[in-house]
């Protein structure tokens, strides 16, 4: 442990990174606030009595841009940590030293740090397991060994408290360093489960097993330890399920199925052939006061979480002296009246003066809403005011209402609000009241009030409804058409008490007869009625409330069929400003039409329709505007969607760069909103991607397939740029589908060498050959000669893919003859840069170092952008090839800076690698090992997880040979 002198005594301070950034001084905890603060401390404790360059945590703290006073902001930042760990001025006996190449930690031997006792465990454990693996040992030690090291790995694993490094921000070392002892710790994981079989302890190898594969899926040997404790435990049937759980899963995220180790188990279990576990160790043995509350449904179910909120906020009263209020909204018929009368009445008991209700609309009887003026009326009759006592003038009512409520304990619900300005009369003064409103707008605007928004119910929640009107025993009978059901309902109470009173009401229907009525989409909100419950009637009230272009927008949101979408959707649909179409967006929402679904990566608002008022929006849409109009509708759509994607295709890559487009009209959105909402085209992107898919596969079922083709390729880049492979076959087989339907050929064949694009990239090069031969014939007799053209450079990709390097080299060439004189810069540059990457393969450095500078020229003349970033990469290696190490880390930092700023976190990576080689090949190691750590922190962006984890394990594995 280390002991400070300090004017108190001697202090123990102890220092923890197995978590959260923990320090204990004596009995204090010492608490590091700034960010920045905690990540020099970190960084420090990581290097341990050695010394961390000043660079080097500058560029740690700032990623790469530092600002100019970033050498003063560090003194700074030390100097502070060094007040929070309570140092003196004086320089002896600091923890934190200064020199004058940078900063040490000066940690001495009997330091309390749980990094380094983890460490020394870690190394302990491996050398008392060094004669095999612990799978293999465990059976064959002494019981006293078997402990021993049992016990140590336990106290190794105890020594976390979380995540390492939690509360540090993810610097590129600290990702590194993360990443290293996350590795470790669940290497002993897999050792503690080899003892625990070894010992017969399969439950709890079941129990902690299970858990440790929900976050990491791909470790096949804690898939093995499973399947072995079940099978072991008589669960033979669950140990082949887990397997085949397996096998899905790594068949799907790495392509290559399970390892050999899983293999034989799987064989073993099959045959009954599995090794037992060794033998176990033998062991030893008023007038009367209103009581105006409707009746609570006996039946109600869940909304725990909400009732505990309302039922603490009413019987509290708050600051000031006014009444408690809760405000209760929701889209129509999601049970805001059941809630609030449920609360109502586990309250009675707190208001015993009374409890006055009052629905201010009650539903088509009414013609209109009921006055705040006719509502006071009826409150004061209630409390016993009558004739003279009431006053006739509005203002002196509302006086008299809340001078009768004081000092009273009356609970008052209002039902059906619409606005704040009906409510606001009806709120009394005193704070022994008490005020329950629900209303489908959130009434925001209502001063004080605590605000409680109802969703639908939970899958579970739902299931309890129907249950308890229908009968436990009727649901067990046909549980999965049961659930089915409830999705039919969208898990919406009301339309889930409608169907259990239907089904009440007729005992001689099972569920599925039920279900079976509302699978057709068209007729299914008209079979969500019974008796004066609608769902229809209630959505209806919504509606009507809109004025007509709300009512238009409304109706042509229905069209909209991904998950969800963004406030610029309602510009094409409405054919307006992307402001106006906002604005009525938001009444939709206020109205509870339209739901918020939060806010996605690009800053953008999400909004989502229910699945019941998706159905009834379609519904009114084909009742109110006519099929050419929700046809121009779409239309306009998609070309608002073909805009989006040029300009993000553009803002990445530069002009037209390996696309070919189609016909169907772009919609223009304007330019200004456009650049604003793609200044970040990948949060963009992993914002849109899955409503892309959506609308590529509208488009093919509406027949206007030039728009789904043309979506699908404009997109291919950015699929393959992102990881989202995917969504690139999804899309593109559903738009090869179309045009072969409409007998598109250029479309189709164009959509062919784009899926030759994805074939490419999944290293099945024959397969990409087979598509792109076919498509090269047809553009070539159409005489679309660029796209012909880029298909001959896929095949020449797929030929070095297939280490044909000669036949590649063919290719480019005939794809750069058929590009040559037709202006394209960028795809000439392309060419290039793949002929030069074949040179560089066959070994013939001066014609790859030709080709590459000539591809870089032309890419510079016209701003080829990230290409630039390619080509530079690529030229690194040919340096690299002349151990030109100089030379290499310029390139490649180049092409660093190129490819970071599109956020193409693969292609940083292996130019970060490229840089690190250079480094290497120069004899500078512990820059290379610094890079190494940023390639590190790029690989972790990867969207595509099999990738980012095999350049991960890549990168760890250099850096373990580099510290040898």
């Excluded at 006061?289 to 906020?313: K, M, N, S, V, Y």
């Excluded at 239907?502 to 068209?522: F, K, V």
């Excluded at 179309?738 to 064949?749: D, K, L, P, Q, Y």
């Amino acid at each position: 442990m280390l002991i400070m002198r300090a004017m108190a005594g001697w202090l123990v301070l102890r220092f923890g990174v197995l978590g959260p950034l923990h320090i204990q001084k004596g009995e204090e905890q010492v608490t590091i606030r700034a960010a920045k603060q905690r990540t020099v401390l970190a960084l420090l404790l990581i290097h341990r009595c050695g010394t961390v360059p000043t660079e080097r945590l500058i560029s740690e703290l700032w990623d790469h841009d530092p600002p100019v006073s970033a050498r003063g902001t560090l003194q700074s930042l030390v100097s502070r940590l060094r007040r929070s760990l309570g140092e003196g001025r004086a320089a002896d006996g600091r923890l934190l030293v200064g020199n004058a190449s940078g900063y040490a930690f000066a940690l001495p031997d009997d330091a309390s740090l749980d990094l380094q006792e983890f460490d020394q465990a870690v190394a302990g454990i491996r050398a008392r397991s060094a004669a095999g693996p612990a799978a293999e040992l465990a059976d064959g030690l002494a019981d006293g060994l078997a402990d021993g090291l049992a016990d140590d790995v336990d106290r190794a694993l105890d020594l976390w408290r979380g995540e390492a490094f939690a509360d540090v921000p993810a610097s590129p070392r600290i990702v590194v360093e993360r990443a290293r002892l996350e590795e470790a710790r669940l290497a002993l994981w897999e050792t503690r489960a080899d003892l625990r079989l070894a010992r017969r302890r399969n439950d709890e190898v079941i129990a902690e097993n299970t858990a440790l594969l929900a976050d990491h899926p791909l470790r096949e040997r804690l898939w093995e330890q499973l399947m072995l404790a079940l099978y072991r435990s008589g669960r033979r049937h669950e140990a082949l399920t887990v397997y085949g759980d397996a096998e899905r899963l790594l068949t799907a995220e790495l392509e290559i199925g399970p390892g050999e180790g899983l293999r034989r188990l799987h064989g073993q279990v099959l045959a009954g052939s599995v090794p037992p576990a060794a033998p176990e160790p033998r062991a030893p043995r008023l007038s009367a006061p209103p009581a105006q509350l409707p009746p609570a449904i006996p039946d109600f179910t869940g909304r725990e979480e909400e009732l505990t909120r309302a039922l603490t906020a009413l019987g509290r009263a708050p600051a000031g002296g006014s009444a408690p209020t809760v405000a209760v909204s929701g889209m129509a018929g999601v049970g805001k009246t059941t809630f609030a009368l449920q609360v109502a009445h586990r309250l009675r008991g707190n208001f015993p003066d009374g409890q006055i209700y009052v629905d201010l609309w009650s539903g088509e009887s009414r013609p209109q809403a009921r006055s705040p003026d006719e509502v006071v009326l009826r409150f004061l009759r209630a409390i016993g005011m009558t004739g003279r006592d009431v006053p006739s003038d509005p203002e002196e009512r509302v006086a008299v209402y809340r001078s009768a409520l004081a000092n009273r304990r009356i609970l008052i619900v209002i039902d059906n609000a619409t606005d704040e300005e009906q409510v606001e009369p009806l709120l009394p003064g005193s704070p022994t009241c008490a005020v329950l409103v629900t209303s489908r707008r959130p009434l925001s605007g209502l001063s004080g009030a605590r605000h409680i928004v109802l969703d639908v119910l939970s899958a579970g929640q739902a299931l309890d409804l129907i249950a308890s009107v229908v009968g436990p025993d009727r649901l067990a009978r046909e549980p999965a058409t049961a659930a089915e059901l409830v999705d039919l309902c969208g898990r919406h109470p009301l339309s889930l008490r409608i169907c259990s009173s239907r089904l009440a009401a007729r005992p001689h229907w099972t569920i599925g007869t039920l279900t079976r009525r509302l699978l057709d989409e068209r007729l299914r909100i008209d079979e969500l009625e019974y008796g004066r419950k609608s769902v229809r009637a209630s959505f209806t009230l919504s509606y009507e409330a809109l004025e007509a272009r709300a009512r238009r927008l409304f109706c042509l949101l229905s069209l909209v069929e991904a998950e969800d979408f963004a406030a610029w959707v309602a510009a094409p649909l409405l054919d307006t400003t992307v402001s106006e179409g906002e604005h009525h967006l938001e009444v939709l929402v206020e109205n509870q039409l339209v739901q918020v679904a939060g806010r996605d990566g690009a800053g953008q608002t999400r909004y989502r329709l229910h699945d019941l008022i998706h159905l009834y929006s379609g519904d009114l849409a084909e009742r109110h505007i006519p099929v050419a109009e929700r046809r121009d509708a779409v239309a306009r759509l998609l070309g608002a969607w073909l805009t989006l994607t040029d300009r993000g295709h553009e803002t990445s890559y530069g002009a037209n760069f390996l696309l070919n487009h189609g016909t169907f009209p772009r919609w223009p959105l304007a330019p200004a909103y456009v650049g604003q909402l793609l200044a970040d085209p990948w949060a963009w992107w992993e914002s849109e991607h899955r409503s892309l898919v959506a609308m590529v596969a509208q488009a093919a079922r509406a027949c206007l397939d030039e728009a789904a083709w043309d979506l699908a390729v404009t997109s291919t880049t950015l699929f393959g740029t992102y990881g989202y492979l995917g969504d690139w076959q999804t899309t593109h087989e559903t738009a090869f589908a179309a045009t072969v339907r409409s007998g598109n050929r250029r479309g189709e064949a164009i959509v062919m060498s784009h899926l030759a694009g994805l074939r490419i990239y999944q290293q099945r090069h024959t397969d990409a050959l087979d598509l792109l031969a076919p498509a090269a014939d047809t553009l070539a007799r159409l005489g679309e000669r660029r796209a012909e053209a880029l298909c001959y450079v896929a095949m020449g990709i797929a030929e070095r893919g297939r280490r044909d390097r000669r036949k590649a080299l063919s290719h480019f060439h005939r794809g750069h003859e058929l590009l040559r004189g037709r202006g394209d810069a960028l795809a000439e540059a392309h060419v290039l840069l793949h002929t030069g990457q074949t040179h560089l393969a066959l070994g013939d450095l001066k014609a790859a170092e030709r080709s590459l500078r000539s591809a870089r020229s032309i890419a510079r003349s016209v701003d080829g952008g990230p290409l630039e970033g390619y080509i530079d990469h690529w030229l690194g290696s040919a340096h690299l090839g002349r151990h030109d190490a100089a030379a290499a880390a310029e390139a490649f930092s180049r092409a660093i800076t190129r490819v970071s700023s599109i956020g193409d976190a693969r292609a940083e990576a292996l130019a970060l690698q490229g840089l690190a080689h250079a480094h290497l090949q120069s004899g500078a190691r512990d820059t290379a090992e610094h890079v190494l750590s940023l390639a590190g922190a790029a690989a972790q962006r990867i969207p595509d997880s099999a990738t980012a984890t095999r350049t991960l394990s890549g990168i760890g594995r250099l850096l373990t040979d580099l510290r040898a």
